[in-house]
């Protein structure tokens, strides 16, 4: 089973940018989607944004036009680039692969106001 490890996230100033990172233990080329969920304290796992192997990507309402998902088959690599960051993006950023559905372990993504 393909394990997912992310990198990237910490502490920003509302307006700042960061760019996720998720590797893949293989290849991810078979994957059919990959995307990033993100949690924020009290509330439930939500989708930010996922990108088929075809290419083909659909965002959360919340993040269009800020963030942005690409993958890098030759790397193994997810990243999603998060622009003109806001607090409410504040949360655990989650990493996932399917079918079969796995998850990475998260990175902690503060904006401050």
């Known amino acids: 089973q393909v394990q997912l490890v992310e990198s990237g996230g910490g502490l920003v100033q509302a307006g700042g940018s960061l760019r996720l990172s998720c590797a893949a233990s293989?290849?991810?080329?078979?994957?059919?989607?990959m995307g990033w969920y993100r949690q924020a304290p009290g509330q439930q796992r939500e989708l930010v944004a996922y990108?088929?192997?075809?290419?083909?990507?659909n965002y959360a309402d919340s993040v269009k036009g800020r963030f942005t998902i690409s993958r890098d088959n030759a790397k193994n690599t997810v990243y999603l680039q998060m622009n003109s960051l806001k607090p409410e993006d504040t949360a655990v950023y989650y990493c996932?692969?399917?079918?079969?559905?796995?998850w990475g372990q998260g990175t902690q993504v503060t904006v401050s106001s």
């Open positions: 990108i088929t192997r075809g290419g083909n990507t």
């Open positions: 996932y692969t399917a079918p079969p559905i796995t």
């Open positions: 293989r290849s991810i080329f078979s994957s059919n989607v």
